[in-house]
């Protein structure tokens, strides 16, 4: 019984070891192509812009003026609306 239990230590011993050498030697890899290939991240993307954009802004604009006038039962001429931002 005494040589199974042994044996069993020093195969246990030895899988730690060789997991632990291996876990080594891939820190020692990453870090090295961290140092030889650094990361660069890609540069932001632009929304693109329609020509039409300003149009459809005066749009907007001028549909949100008319339903708060409503909703407020006041003229358009009595406010004025000057930023509309989108999330």
Request: net charge neutral; no cysteine; proline share 10%.
């Given at each position: ?29 990453i870090?090295?192509?961290?140092k ?11 929304r ?40």
């Open positions: 019984m005494e040589a199974s239990f042994l044996a069993a230590v020093n195969v246990s011993i030895l899988a730690l070891a060789v997991i632990f050498t291996v876990l080594i030697i891939l820190i020692f890899t870090k090295l192509l961290v030889l290939i650094p990361y660069k991240a890609p540069p932001p993307k632009a693109p812009s329609s020509p039409s954009a300003s149009g459809n802004q005066d749009d907007h604009v001028a549909a949100i003026t008319a339903t708060l006038a409503m909703h407020l039962g006041k003229s358009p001429d009595e406010f004025r609306i000057t930023n509309i931002s989108q999330p």
